[in-house]
Protein backbone atom coordinates (compact mmCIF):
# COMPACT_ATOMS: atom_id res chain seq x y z
CA UNK A 1 0.00 0.00 0.00
CA UNK A 2 3.06 2.15 0.67
CA UNK A 3 5.07 1.80 -2.24
CA UNK A 4 1.21 2.14 -4.03
CA UNK A 5 1.02 5.63 -2.51
CA UNK A 6 4.78 6.70 -2.88
CA UNK A 7 3.84 5.54 -6.69
CA UNK A 8 1.01 7.71 -7.16
CA UNK A 9 2.71 11.02 -5.01
CA UNK A 10 5.96 10.80 -6.00
CA UNK A 11 6.62 8.81 -9.31
CA UNK A 12 3.54 9.57 -11.41
CA UNK A 13 3.85 13.21 -11.27
CA UNK A 14 7.47 13.14 -12.26
CA UNK A 15 6.48 10.91 -14.92
CA UNK A 16 3.72 13.08 -16.33
CA UNK A 17 5.83 16.30 -16.42
CA UNK A 18 8.60 14.48 -17.82
CA UNK A 19 6.21 13.75 -20.76
CA UNK A 20 5.25 17.34 -20.52
CA UNK A 21 8.49 18.41 -21.07
CA UNK A 22 8.60 16.55 -24.14
CA UNK A 23 6.05 17.84 -25.29
CA UNK A 24 6.54 21.15 -24.75
CA UNK A 25 10.14 21.03 -26.23
CA UNK A 26 8.77 19.73 -29.62
CA UNK A 27 6.24 22.33 -29.71
CA UNK A 28 9.76 24.81 -30.06
CA UNK A 29 9.83 22.87 -32.97
CA UNK A 30 6.75 24.00 -34.61
CA UNK A 31 6.77 27.18 -36.59
CA UNK A 32 3.22 28.82 -37.31
CA UNK A 33 3.49 30.66 -40.66
CA UNK A 34 -0.07 31.67 -40.82
CA UNK A 35 -3.45 30.02 -41.37
CA UNK A 36 -2.83 26.17 -41.99
CA UNK A 37 0.97 26.48 -42.63
CA UNK A 38 2.89 25.01 -39.80
CA UNK A 39 6.61 24.39 -40.54
CA UNK A 40 7.56 21.23 -38.25
CA UNK A 41 11.34 20.67 -37.62
CA UNK A 42 12.56 17.09 -36.33
CA UNK A 43 13.74 14.13 -37.79
CA UNK A 44 12.71 15.19 -41.46
CA UNK A 45 11.57 18.94 -42.07
CA UNK A 46 7.26 18.76 -42.69
CA UNK A 47 5.06 21.98 -43.82
CA UNK A 48 1.65 21.51 -43.82
CA UNK A 49 -0.71 23.03 -46.32
CA UNK A 50 2.39 26.00 -47.57
CA UNK A 51 0.22 29.21 -48.29
CA UNK A 52 1.32 32.73 -48.57
CA UNK A 53 4.92 31.45 -47.71
CA UNK A 54 7.31 34.26 -47.95
CA UNK A 55 10.48 32.54 -47.34
CA UNK A 56 12.04 29.45 -50.32
CA UNK A 57 12.57 26.58 -47.86
CA UNK A 58 13.40 22.99 -48.52
CA UNK A 59 10.72 20.23 -47.11
CA UNK A 60 11.22 17.03 -46.61
CA UNK A 61 7.69 15.96 -46.38
CA UNK A 62 4.46 18.32 -47.31
CA UNK A 63 1.45 17.57 -46.27
CA UNK A 64 -1.85 19.01 -47.63
CA UNK A 65 -5.13 18.35 -45.93
CA UNK A 66 -7.69 19.14 -49.34
CA UNK A 67 -7.45 20.80 -52.75
CA UNK A 68 -9.27 24.19 -51.35
CA UNK A 69 -6.65 27.40 -52.69
CA UNK A 70 -5.26 28.17 -49.33
CA UNK A 71 -4.26 24.72 -48.62
CA UNK A 72 -3.23 23.33 -52.01
CA UNK A 73 -1.22 26.09 -53.54
CA UNK A 74 1.08 24.78 -56.31
CA UNK A 75 2.74 28.27 -56.26
CA UNK A 76 3.97 27.79 -52.42
CA UNK A 77 4.56 24.03 -53.05
CA UNK A 78 7.25 24.62 -55.02
CA UNK A 79 8.84 27.35 -53.32
CA UNK A 80 10.05 24.64 -50.83
CA UNK A 81 10.29 21.31 -53.30
CA UNK A 82 13.28 19.62 -53.94
CA UNK A 83 14.23 16.46 -55.82
CA UNK A 84 13.63 14.38 -53.00
CA UNK A 85 10.18 16.00 -51.31
CA UNK A 86 7.51 13.91 -50.46
CA UNK A 87 4.36 15.31 -50.90
CA UNK A 88 1.33 13.53 -49.34
CA UNK A 89 -2.04 15.09 -50.40
CA UNK A 90 -5.51 13.95 -51.52
CA UNK A 91 -5.90 13.21 -55.11
CA UNK A 92 -8.02 16.37 -56.11
CA UNK A 93 -4.92 18.17 -55.07
CA UNK A 94 -2.29 15.77 -56.17
CA UNK A 95 -3.24 16.64 -59.99
CA UNK A 96 -2.46 20.34 -59.40
CA UNK A 97 1.23 19.28 -58.42
CA UNK A 98 4.29 17.29 -59.82
CA UNK A 99 7.02 15.58 -58.20
CA UNK A 100 6.72 12.66 -55.74
CA UNK A 101 3.61 12.99 -54.70
CA UNK A 102 1.28 10.37 -52.65
CA UNK A 103 -2.01 10.36 -52.33
CA UNK A 104 -4.60 9.20 -49.43
CA UNK A 105 -7.97 9.25 -48.61
CA UNK A 106 -9.07 9.31 -44.66
CA UNK A 107 -8.21 6.20 -43.09
CA UNK A 108 -4.67 5.78 -44.84
CA UNK A 109 -1.62 4.97 -42.80
CA UNK A 110 1.45 5.64 -44.43
CA UNK A 111 5.23 5.32 -43.63
CA UNK A 112 7.15 8.75 -45.69
CA UNK A 113 11.48 8.97 -44.71
CA UNK A 114 10.52 7.52 -41.27
CA UNK A 115 7.48 9.34 -40.35
CA UNK A 116 4.07 7.59 -39.64
CA UNK A 117 1.46 9.33 -41.02
CA UNK A 118 -2.34 8.95 -40.80
CA UNK A 119 -4.66 10.72 -42.38
CA UNK A 120 -7.88 10.61 -40.71
CA UNK A 121 -11.53 12.32 -41.60
CA UNK A 122 -12.00 16.41 -41.54
CA UNK A 123 -15.64 17.63 -42.74
CA UNK A 124 -18.47 20.09 -42.27
CA UNK A 125 -21.53 18.87 -40.70
CA UNK A 126 -22.83 22.25 -40.16
CA UNK A 127 -22.10 24.02 -43.15
CA UNK A 128 -21.46 22.73 -46.86
CA UNK A 129 -18.05 23.84 -47.42
CA UNK A 130 -15.84 20.40 -46.66
CA UNK A 131 -18.43 17.63 -47.50
CA UNK A 132 -17.89 14.09 -45.64
CA UNK A 133 -18.12 12.35 -49.26
CA UNK A 134 -15.32 14.71 -50.68
CA UNK A 135 -12.97 12.14 -48.44
CA UNK A 136 -10.50 15.17 -47.15
CA UNK A 137 -8.28 14.80 -44.37
CA UNK A 138 -6.23 15.56 -41.14
CA UNK A 139 -3.22 13.90 -40.40
CA UNK A 140 -1.51 12.44 -37.46
CA UNK A 141 1.95 11.92 -37.82
CA UNK A 142 4.88 11.36 -35.67
CA UNK A 143 7.76 13.57 -35.13
CA UNK A 144 10.35 13.05 -32.17
CA UNK A 145 8.33 10.70 -30.71
CA UNK A 146 4.76 13.28 -30.53
CA UNK A 147 2.28 12.59 -31.98
CA UNK A 148 0.91 15.89 -34.32
CA UNK A 149 -2.49 16.18 -35.28
CA UNK A 150 -3.26 18.70 -37.89
CA UNK A 151 -7.20 18.78 -38.22
CA UNK A 152 -7.44 20.86 -42.07
CA UNK A 153 -10.66 22.28 -42.58
CA UNK A 154 -13.23 20.22 -40.60
CA UNK A 155 -16.26 20.71 -37.38
CA UNK A 156 -16.04 18.95 -34.91
CA UNK A 157 -16.78 15.54 -35.64
CA UNK A 158 -17.46 12.49 -33.55
CA UNK A 159 -14.36 10.30 -35.25
CA UNK A 160 -12.60 13.08 -32.94
CA UNK A 161 -12.95 11.17 -29.80
CA UNK A 162 -10.88 8.03 -31.30
CA UNK A 163 -7.78 10.69 -32.63
CA UNK A 164 -4.43 9.96 -30.80
CA UNK A 165 -2.23 12.88 -30.31
CA UNK A 166 0.13 14.90 -28.26
CA UNK A 167 -0.27 17.87 -29.84
CA UNK A 168 -3.42 19.11 -31.86
CA UNK A 169 -3.42 22.26 -34.07
CA UNK A 170 -7.15 22.79 -34.42
CA UNK A 171 -9.12 25.74 -36.83
CA UNK A 172 -11.00 28.14 -34.51
CA UNK A 173 -12.42 30.64 -36.98
CA UNK A 174 -15.58 29.68 -37.85
CA UNK A 175 -17.51 29.99 -41.06
CA UNK A 176 -15.66 27.38 -42.95
CA UNK A 177 -14.45 25.48 -40.20
CA UNK A 178 -15.16 25.08 -36.32
CA UNK A 179 -15.79 28.12 -34.19
CA UNK A 180 -13.58 28.36 -30.72
CA UNK A 181 -16.46 26.91 -28.94
CA UNK A 182 -16.85 24.09 -31.22
CA UNK A 183 -13.04 23.96 -31.14
CA UNK A 184 -12.71 23.35 -27.72
CA UNK A 185 -15.56 20.68 -27.25
CA UNK A 186 -13.02 18.97 -29.50
CA UNK A 187 -10.38 19.34 -27.69
CA UNK A 188 -11.89 18.41 -25.14
CA UNK A 189 -12.70 14.86 -26.74
CA UNK A 190 -9.36 14.54 -28.29
CA UNK A 191 -7.19 15.21 -25.06
CA UNK A 192 -3.81 16.58 -26.48
CA UNK A 193 -1.26 17.17 -24.16
CA UNK A 194 -1.19 20.58 -25.85
CA UNK A 195 -3.62 22.46 -27.85
CA UNK A 196 -2.53 25.34 -30.67
CA UNK A 197 -5.78 26.97 -32.30
CA UNK A 198 -4.85 28.04 -36.23
CA UNK A 199 -7.10 28.93 -39.56
CA UNK A 200 -7.42 32.81 -37.99
CA UNK A 201 -5.75 35.72 -39.09
CA UNK A 202 -5.60 35.29 -43.00
CA UNK A 203 -8.73 34.72 -44.80
CA UNK A 204 -11.24 34.52 -41.33
CA UNK A 205 -11.07 34.86 -37.77
CA UNK A 206 -8.88 36.83 -35.58
CA UNK A 207 -6.47 36.25 -32.67
CA UNK A 208 -9.83 37.03 -30.57
CA UNK A 209 -10.96 33.50 -31.41
CA UNK A 210 -7.63 32.18 -30.47
CA UNK A 211 -7.82 33.62 -27.22
CA UNK A 212 -11.59 32.16 -26.88
CA UNK A 213 -10.86 29.27 -27.35
CA UNK A 214 -7.45 28.99 -24.78
CA UNK A 215 -9.51 30.96 -22.28
CA UNK A 216 -12.12 28.23 -22.54
CA UNK A 217 -9.75 25.45 -21.91
CA UNK A 218 -7.65 26.96 -19.02
CA UNK A 219 -7.11 24.53 -16.27
CA UNK A 220 -8.34 21.61 -18.37
CA UNK A 221 -6.39 21.50 -21.71
CA UNK A 222 -2.89 23.32 -22.50
CA UNK A 223 -3.32 25.78 -25.20
CA UNK A 224 -0.22 27.45 -27.06
CA UNK A 225 -1.23 30.56 -28.62
CA UNK A 226 2.00 30.27 -31.62
CA UNK A 227 3.72 33.87 -33.04
CA UNK A 228 3.23 33.96 -36.70
CA UNK A 229 6.73 33.82 -38.20
CA UNK A 230 7.97 34.79 -41.44
ZN1 LIG B 1 -11.18 24.39 -47.26
Redesign the pocket.
Known amino acids: MKKLIILLVFILPVYAWAGGKEVRKMTKNIHWLGHDTFKIVGEKTIYTDPFKLRKKDKADIILIT?E?Y??CSPEDVEKIQGPDTVIVATPDCAGKLSGNVKTVKPGDKINISGIDIEAVPSYNTNKP??PRHNNWVGYIFTVEGQRIYIAG?TDYIPEMKDFKCDIALLPVSGT?VMTAEEAVKAALDIKPKVAIPMHYGSIVGSKKDAEKFADALKGKIEVIILKEEG
Open positions: HHDHFHDY
